[in-house]
């Protein structure tokens, strides 16, 4: 008897160890890189759930201060939150803690369009390379950018957060700005996908796009993106898409975004999710942020009721997982809060130099010799802009102002106009601009000069610099009024300053520190240069005035067209430009409920050049203080595609650098196309002159093609192609030629509604 109860006594003892060791092991049971399914199947559904919505549980403090969301934490299985914070143009969060001196200020790097228009990926890389140290030395473990919808109109508020009108050049910068912010270990979020491009209303505008002009436009760059950066998440954009919000778009999150283009991260909505969460996570919207409680209890109600299979909820779940242990947080990384701000802000300098366009330089105005005397117009001068309003904003240690980079580099300003500009309060000076019925504050409204003074000054100094600024921001289009166009003020500005300056034989150097594409052919012909240097970020006033004293040659080439009136362009007539125009019955206001993309692929150069509409100044289009001569080119093409160089030489008497954009014409017949289409790009090194560099260029037959809706497919004809070697889309170098011998196809789902 004893032995039997003795021997009870063991099992149990040895069933009570297991008991516990087995707890102990399920209890002990952390979320690593190799347990993945392992943690799925031990978490509860309420777990589940929770990590599929943002935000903190109560009471739960993130340890970065001020960023715009999280990832929840389930400290049972090991899984820590995770920290997103935007933006495009440097890290943003707050740059003051309580219980603590110590700031946390971030760089504000150029704005996306300013990256852009230096053509040069690796230059993107390099500044995301620094700016992604900040994500990571800051505690942050993925930064929401980039930004990269298509400029459909230049009055889109945001366009200053994105690159371009046109795919591949956005698709290439982004691809680029991705690898940068990555190579840190740390993640990023392309933004906003797709077809948000335009902020009126931009919650609920349903944006009515050909599955054609989605293909070719708006959904290319984000497929270049995605299979040449390999973004860790997606951010889903607010607006719907042909009838469904695209957070709702299982055709878009998961049939062409990852059966189609491998897409393997995690998708996110913007901040603000629909009520229909459940059609959110069942349609591939893995995550909702910045997350509610009221999401948790309707995906608990959908799994209870069975709305969401299992697998469909595991299936989010396990990306999130395979994110959450990408991140430095994941892996404990000890971050010091002490980037290298100093050596970050020359990263931000070199970038503005790069990005910064010439648009003028009539009798070789610029560069000057650096010690003029000069006289610096415009309220803009000092209050000069880094950066667009909103989400993108970076809360910098300080911007610097052309009063202070002119001096710095040499330059002798005009003491009383400079004092009067300081004397200026620019938040006093701002104008209340009416939009959608409530009053925001634009600043930069201009200061008249009185002619009797402009003409003291031109006597007294050697050359005028006018400042035009512009400030865009999230939220908000833009208007034609006193910002696609100059105010009245601005435009007697530099027509009194151009007079009395050229009646003593001087000249006018305009500066354009505008977030977006303005009016300019109508006094365009009043300056003797223009300079273009955008919201180029808080050291680009330097770079100005670098350029001006030709300490750098500009490089710079546009990344949009600049047209010579607003309704030249085809989606003018289907764009808000008078948003406080508001119809009482909700959805049915054109342009504001919904947009019809009625120009479908006809954006930018793709309709001006095309129809030999002029345009003020044409895509791709930059100066040099150097001249470049290119050599005939070489075409190697089979099945796969085709590959060619071209050699480029500094015909001029200063070292420079030349963007040289590779256009392809397709055979005549078939679709209806673009005469000309960019397909790569490429920029030499600093050329010496005389020196020459040749520049490859390879181009796959699936990046030729164009997309046939009918058929659902990808074609490229068989037939002759021209191969274009342009200076700018208009400024055609040389040209080649190749015979595609046969046609080929790409099949794709016919998954984004509307034809
Ligand atoms: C904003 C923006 C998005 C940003 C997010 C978080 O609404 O649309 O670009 O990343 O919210 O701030």
């Known amino acids: 008897m004893k032995k039997t109860a003795y021997m009870t006594m063991l099992c149990l003892a040895g069933s009570l160890l297991v008991a516990t060791s087995t707890q102990a092991q399920t209890s002990k049971l952390v979320l690593r890189e190799d347990n993945i399914e392992e ?5 509860t559904t309420e777990e589940k759930v929770t990590l599929l919505v943002g935000g903190l549980p109560e009471g739960f403090k ?41 700031t946390f200020y971030c760089t504000g790097f150029p704005t996306s369009t300013l990256l852009a228009s230096s053509w040069d990926p690796e230059l993107v890389e390099t500044v995301t390379t620094a700016m992604g140290n900040e994500v990571l030395e800051y505690g942050v473990d993925v930064l929401l950018a980039p930004g990269m919808n298509i400029h459909r109109n230049p009055l889109c508020g945001r366009n200053f957060e994105y690159y371009s009108e046109d795919p591949v050049l956005s698709g290439k910068m982004a691809a680029a700005y991705v690898r940068g912010i990555q190579s840190n270990g740390v993640g990023t979020s392309a933004k906003h996908f797709a077809a948000n491009n335009q902020e009126t209303n931009r919650t609920e505008n349903d944006a009515r796009v050909s599955s054609r002009a989605l293909r070719e436009i708006y959904l290319k760059n984000f497929e270049i993106v995605i299979k040449e950066g390999k973004p860790w998440t997606v951010m889903s954009s607010y607006n719907a898409l042909n009838g469904e919000y695209t957070q709702q778009k299982q055709g878009l999150l998961t049939t062409v975004l990852r059966d189609e283009w491998g897409f393997d991260g995690i998708v996110m909505t913007d901040w603000g999710g629909k009520d229909n969460t459940v059609k959110s996570a069942k349609s591939g919207n893995d995550l909702m942020e910045p997350g509610y409680q009221m999401e948790i209890d309707r995906l608990m109600a959908a ?54 366009v010439l648009l003028k330089n009539d009798k070789s105005t610029l560069p000057m010799n650096g010690s003029e005397k000069v006289a610096l117009y415009g309220v803009t001068s000092v209050d000069f802009v880094p950066i667009g309003t909103g989400s993108g904003q970076v809360n910098t240690a300080y911007t610097v102002n052309m009063q202070q980079a002119m001096t710095e580099a040499g330059f002798t300003l005009d003491e009383h106009l400079a004092e009067f500009y300081r004397s200026i ?55 034609l009024k006193d910002d696609f166009e100059l105010s009245a003020v601005e435009r007697e500005l530099l027509q009194n300053v151009a007079m009395a300056y050229h009646a003593q034989g001087k000249k006018m150097i ?35 005035a670098d350029i001006l004293a030709g300490k750098v040659n500009p490089s710079g080439k ?58 003020s100044y044409p895509f791709g289009y930059g100066l040099s203080y150097t001249t470049f001569a290119y050599s005939k080119p070489t075409v ?27 256009y392809v014409a397709t055979p005549a017949g078939g679709l209806e196309k673009p005469a ?43 037939g002759n192609y021209q191969v274009l070697f342009g200076a700018s889309v208009t400024d055609i170098r040389c040209t080649s030629a190749f015979k595609m011998s046969k046609a080929q196809a790409w099949k794709v789902n016919d998954a984004l509604g509307k034809k």
Do not use: C
Request: aromatic share 8%.
């Open 39 to 43: 943690v799925v199947n031990a978490m």
């Open 62 to 102: 993130s340890e970065v201060k001020g960023v715009a969301g999280h990832t929840r934490p389930i400290e049972r299985l090991g899984i820590p939150y995770t920290v997103l914070a935007d933006g495009p143009a440097g890290l943003r969060f707050n740059p003051t803690r309580e219980g603590t001196d110590q």
């Open 303 to 356: 799994v209870k009721d069975g709305q969401i299979s299992q697998e469909e909820l595991d299936r989010n779940v396990r990306n999130l997982l395979n994110y959450i242990v990408k991140t430095p947080r994941f892996k404990g990384y000890k971050y010091s809060n002490k980037p290298n701000l100093k050596a970050h802000a020359q990263v931000a300098r070199q970038a503005a130099q790069e990005g910064i």
């Open 425 to 479: 309060d620019a938040q006093e000076n701002a104008v209340d601009m009416m939009e959608r019925g409530r009053v925001t504050r634009r600043k930069h409204a201009e200061i008249a000069v009185s002619t009797k003074a402009i003409g003291l000054q031109a006597q007294a100094n050697d050359v005028a610099v006018v400042v035009i600024g512009r400030q865009a921001g999230e939220g908000e289009d833009r208007i």
């Open 510 to 544: 305009v500066v354009l520190n505008i977030g977006g594409v303005i009016e300019t052919a109508s006094w365009k012909h009043l300056a003797d240069a223009i300079v273009l240097p955008w919201s180029p970020g808080q050291e680009g006033a330097h770079a100005v």
């Open 558 to 615: 546009l990344s949009m067209t600049f047209p010579v009136s607003y309704m030249d362009i085809p989606s003018s007539k289907n764009f808000p430009y008078d948003p406080t125009d508001r119809s009482p019955r909700r959805g049915t206001k054109r342009n504001v409920d919904f947009t019809e993309y009625e120009e479908g692929i006809w954006v930018g150069y793709r309709y001006f050049q095309t129809n030999d509409v002029e345009v």
């Open 636 to 662: 190697k093409a089979d099945a796969n595609g085709f590959k060619a160089t071209v050699t480029v030489t500094n015909t001029g008497k200063v070292a420079g650098r030349e963007v040289v954009e590779l």
């Open 676 to 718: 000309r289409e960019l397909k790569a790009f490429g920029k030499t090194k600093m050329l010496a002159p005389g020196e020459s560099e040749t520049l490859t260029f390879n181009v796959s037959a699936y990046e030729l093609a164009s997309f046939n809706e009918d058929a659902s497919a990808w074609e490229t004809a068989s």
